[in-house]
């Protein structure tokens, strides 16, 4: 996941960052990366603490408020600390380090989304950028996590057969919360069972 993730920061930076005079070529790499580190800083803050309805409706395509990718909260958060460390990094102003992540981070995420949420598209998927997310915790990784599917959720996610409320409740369950739909002995099994055969 991480490779395909600086790929994609690699293919949406050519105008913000390698013909940008505000960056010496000799930073280009540099800077990729540093909005490399924020993307995934971001996305395992929201993943380990606990956000996984958040990130699963983020990486199934459901837009922030008013249907732009960058009025979503994880989002935000992720261009608000990259402009920040860019700042810091490169001496850029505010404006001219908002200007890059606004013009890098949106195709980013976009195709991010797009790969992620496309069954037929197998070079990232729900399974692999959560479990490269909650691996930093210690969790199980990908969907070893008491028989977790992410890509089953994310792809009826994405398709519209599962709603937030119900993402929700899985993540509730997972986590250990009581969501009062997955207690018992039926626990995440029998949550995701009910979910499905709605």
Do not use: C, H, W
């Amino acid at each position: 996941m991480l490779e395909q993730l600086m790929s994609l920061i690699q293919d949406n930076s050519q105008d913000a960052i390698v013909n940008n005079p505000a960056i010496p070529n000799q930073n280009n790499n540099a800077a990729m990366q540093t909005v490399f580190q924020s993307v995934v800083g971001g996305l395992q803050n929201e993943a380990q603490g606990g956000n996984l309805s958040g990130l699963m409706g983020l990486l199934s395509g459901q837009a922030g408020q008013g249907g732009s990718l960058m009025n979503n909260p994880i989002v935000a958060g992720i261009a608000q600390n990259a402009i920040g460390s860019l700042m810091e990094k490169f001496g850029l102003s505010n404006s001219a380090a908002g200007n890059i992540i606004a013009q890098v981070l949106p195709g980013v995420l976009s195709s991010m989304i797009s790969k992620t949420s496309n069954p037929n598209d197998n070079s990232m998927d729900f399974g692999g950028i959560m479990g490269s997310l909650l691996g930093g915790q210690g969790q199980a990784p990908q969907q070893q996590q008491g028989g977790f599917d992410f890509n089953q959720i994310g792809y009826a996610l994405a398709d519209g057969k599962l709603d937030m409320n119900d993402v929700m409740r899985i993540g509730g369950s997972l986590l250990g919360g009581n969501s009062g739909n997955a207690g018992g002995a039926g626990g995440l099994g029998g949550l995701l069972g009910g979910l499905f055969g709605k």
